[in-house]
Protein backbone atom coordinates (compact mmCIF):
# COMPACT_ATOMS: atom_id res chain seq x y z
CA UNK A 1 0.00 0.00 0.00
CA UNK A 2 2.66 2.52 1.22
CA UNK A 3 4.71 1.87 -2.31
CA UNK A 4 1.78 2.31 -4.48
CA UNK A 5 1.34 5.37 -2.74
CA UNK A 6 4.31 6.61 -3.14
CA UNK A 7 4.63 5.88 -6.91
CA UNK A 8 1.22 8.00 -7.22
CA UNK A 9 3.07 10.66 -5.10
CA UNK A 10 5.91 10.47 -7.80
CA UNK A 11 3.46 10.74 -11.40
CA UNK A 12 1.75 13.44 -9.77
CA UNK A 13 5.04 15.22 -8.39
CA UNK A 14 6.16 14.46 -12.40
CA UNK A 15 3.19 14.98 -14.24
CA UNK A 16 2.98 18.73 -12.04
CA UNK A 17 6.62 19.56 -13.42
CA UNK A 18 6.00 18.55 -17.02
CA UNK A 19 3.22 20.66 -17.50
CA UNK A 20 4.82 23.18 -15.60
CA UNK A 21 7.75 23.11 -18.28
CA UNK A 22 5.39 22.53 -21.37
CA UNK A 23 2.83 25.91 -20.01
CA UNK A 24 6.87 27.70 -19.32
CA UNK A 25 7.39 26.62 -22.98
CA UNK A 26 4.20 27.42 -24.54
CA UNK A 27 4.25 30.82 -23.20
CA UNK A 28 7.81 32.04 -24.61
CA UNK A 29 6.80 30.27 -28.08
CA UNK A 30 3.60 31.84 -28.26
CA UNK A 31 5.12 35.45 -27.24
CA UNK A 32 7.84 35.40 -29.71
CA UNK A 33 5.07 34.57 -32.12
CA UNK A 34 2.80 37.51 -31.21
CA UNK A 35 5.37 39.83 -30.55
CA UNK A 36 6.87 39.02 -34.54
CA UNK A 37 3.31 39.06 -35.88
CA UNK A 38 2.36 42.56 -34.96
CA UNK A 39 5.90 43.95 -35.52
CA UNK A 40 5.71 42.33 -39.30
CA UNK A 41 9.11 40.60 -38.40
CA UNK A 42 10.60 36.72 -38.89
CA UNK A 43 9.94 35.40 -35.72
CA UNK A 44 13.11 34.10 -33.56
CA UNK A 45 11.48 31.14 -31.57
CA UNK A 46 13.74 28.81 -29.82
CA UNK A 47 12.29 25.07 -30.26
CA UNK A 48 14.11 23.27 -28.33
CA UNK A 49 13.00 24.17 -25.60
CA UNK A 50 9.22 23.47 -26.08
CA UNK A 51 9.47 20.04 -28.20
CA UNK A 52 11.63 19.15 -25.03
CA UNK A 53 9.12 19.99 -22.98
CA UNK A 54 6.44 18.21 -25.34
CA UNK A 55 8.24 14.92 -24.91
CA UNK A 56 8.67 14.93 -21.24
CA UNK A 57 4.78 15.39 -21.03
CA UNK A 58 4.46 12.46 -23.33
CA UNK A 59 6.65 10.04 -20.71
CA UNK A 60 3.58 11.50 -18.19
CA UNK A 61 0.91 13.02 -18.93
CA UNK A 62 -2.54 11.61 -18.64
CA UNK A 63 -4.74 11.14 -22.55
CA UNK A 64 -6.44 14.29 -21.98
CA UNK A 65 -3.50 16.69 -20.98
CA UNK A 66 -1.95 14.86 -23.98
CA UNK A 67 -4.18 15.35 -26.39
CA UNK A 68 -4.90 19.21 -25.18
CA UNK A 69 -1.28 19.82 -25.81
CA UNK A 70 -1.42 18.22 -29.47
CA UNK A 71 -4.02 20.63 -29.83
CA UNK A 72 -1.90 23.40 -28.77
CA UNK A 73 1.07 22.07 -31.20
CA UNK A 74 -1.49 22.17 -34.31
CA UNK A 75 -2.96 26.21 -33.79
CA UNK A 76 0.90 26.70 -33.18
CA UNK A 77 1.93 25.20 -36.23
CA UNK A 78 -0.77 26.79 -38.23
CA UNK A 79 0.30 30.25 -36.65
CA UNK A 80 4.23 29.75 -37.93
CA UNK A 81 2.83 29.08 -41.20
CA UNK A 82 1.58 32.95 -41.50
CA UNK A 83 5.62 33.89 -41.22
CA UNK A 84 6.12 31.43 -44.18
CA UNK A 85 5.53 34.02 -47.28
CA UNK A 86 3.32 35.84 -46.53
CA UNK A 87 2.19 39.10 -45.00
CA UNK A 88 -0.82 39.04 -42.50
CA UNK A 89 -2.93 42.16 -42.85
CA UNK A 90 -4.30 42.28 -39.51
CA UNK A 91 -4.54 40.28 -36.09
CA UNK A 92 -7.54 37.89 -37.90
Known amino acids: ?10 LQEARTAAYEK ?3 AFGNVEMELREAFVDRRA ?3 VWAP ?3 AVQSMSLVASQEAMAAAEQICDVVEEFTILFHGRHPADLE
Open 1 to 10: MGRRSQNRQW
Open 50 to 52: FNA
Open 22 to 24: FLQ
Open 43 to 45: PAV
